[in-house]
């Protein structure tokens, strides 16, 4: 098997492999680029086999290379004339069936962590192609890498006005399904990253400034990075809403404040990750509509998140305003809240 990357950089350490490609999986070849070492990076849009239809890029060393290059695009690929060299090359085959990834007797454990990362990024895979997406691709699957850095920054510790070390704001592992601390979006992240590509979706959370002050540097980012800097928020947001990112934890209408008093805290009781009107009738009576008619899972949650922020952005152009459905997002709370999460993704600030 020949490993497929979301970007053509093939060193040790790079998070980017989206799924394997095995012998027999042919492509018609969109771009190459010589490499340091002297092999090359190449960039193919697959034609059959699991991931067909799907571009991205795999490596190709002269002389010792798992692909057979052609040139010209072959109506008959037992008998295509073969390229002479790279930059001739029109179209490319996997030849060899061998792991991607050796497991030296020397090595077991971190070969077992490399084995089960990729069956990880394999597992998700699956999980965009069951979503029926027809305008996003498994490259949105895996965040993209700056040099060997994750894309999500180390936690750090602040501090109030008066130099007080604050309480952290850690997302808990529960949260991960939806993105990890690695920056890769776990099952139900790829199922919400499929639901904001849908058409009339797409342009709405990718349009100027849709994270508002939340990721400055948003506009700048390819569509495929602006969902997955949505899918961080959305893991923030949960953090924020649901402590435990428990999808069946109920959200009560009041609380009681430090002094003793009760509070309010929503105006009907909630359930789950981002904390759904838990009434089917409350919600009709809202206007909250189909996407919303089931919140009893995950999933359906996410939907009906999505949908209720795809209006907040008709409505305001980004995620952060004074009539947001979620408190997190107004006022003061934004920084309060939110902020110590979208700083650490890295691409929102980091140039």
């Not at 950089?9 to 394997?20: A, L």
């Not at 952290?168 to 991960?176: E, G, H, S, V, Y």
């Not at 639901?195 to 849709?210: H, I, Q, V, W």
């Not at 009576?285 to 995950?298: F, I, W």
């Amino acid at each position: 098997m020949l490993n497929g990357r979301s970007s053509g950089s093939f060193t040790r350490g790079d998070n980017n492999i989206v799924t394997t490609l095995t012998r027999g999986t042919r492509g018609e070849i969109l771009e190459t680029k010589k490499l340091r070492s002297g092999s090359f990076g190449i960039k193919i849009k697959v034609l059959n086999g699991r991931s067909q239809g799907e571009e991205m890029w795999v490596y190709h060393k002269e002389g010792a290379s798992d692909l057979s290059l052609f040139a010209e695009m072959p109506s008959n690929w037992n008998q295509a004339r073969t390229a002479s060299s790279v930059s001739s090359a029109k179209a490319a085959r996997v030849e060899t069936d061998k792991p991607a990834i050796a497991d030296p007797e020397s090595s077991k454990k971190k070969s077992a962590r490399t084995v089960e990362a990729l069956e990880a990024v394999n597992k998700a895979n699956k999980a965009v192609k069951k979503s029926n997406c027809t305008s996003c691709s498994v490259a949105a699957a895996a965040p993209t890498t700056e040099g060997q850095r994750s894309t999500i920054a180390p936690e750090r510790t602040r501090y109030s006005s008066r130099g007080k070390a604050l309480a952290k704001r850690t997302i808990p592992n529960a949260c991960m399904k939806i993105m990890n601390t690695q920056g890769r979006p776990g099952a139900l992240g790829q199922k919400m990253i499929s639901l904001m590509s849908r058409p009339g979706y797409k342009e709405d959370f990718t349009s100027s400034n849709a994270l508002g002050t939340l990721c400055p540097r948003f506009n700048s980012l390819s569509d495929q990075n602006k969902l997955l800097a949505w899918t961080w928020f959305w893991t923030a947001l949960a953090r924020e809403e649901n402590v435990t990112c428990n999808a069946s934890t109920e959200h009560g209408e009041t609380y009681v404040d430090r002094s003793g008093r009760t509070r309010i805290l929503n105006p009907d009781i909630g359930i789950g990750l981002w904390t759904m009107e838990k009434s089917a009738a409350v919600r009709r009576e809202n206007g909250r509509g189909p996407e919303c008619r089931s919140v009893s899972t995950a999933e359906g949650q996410a939907r009906c998140a999505i949908s209720i922020m795809r209006k907040d952005l008709v409505g305001s152009s980004n995620a952060t305003s004074p009539g947001s459905y979620w408190g997190p997002l107004r006022g003061k709370r934004v920084q309060r809240q939110m902020m110590p999460h979208m700083e650490r993704f890295r691409l929102c600030f980091q140039k």
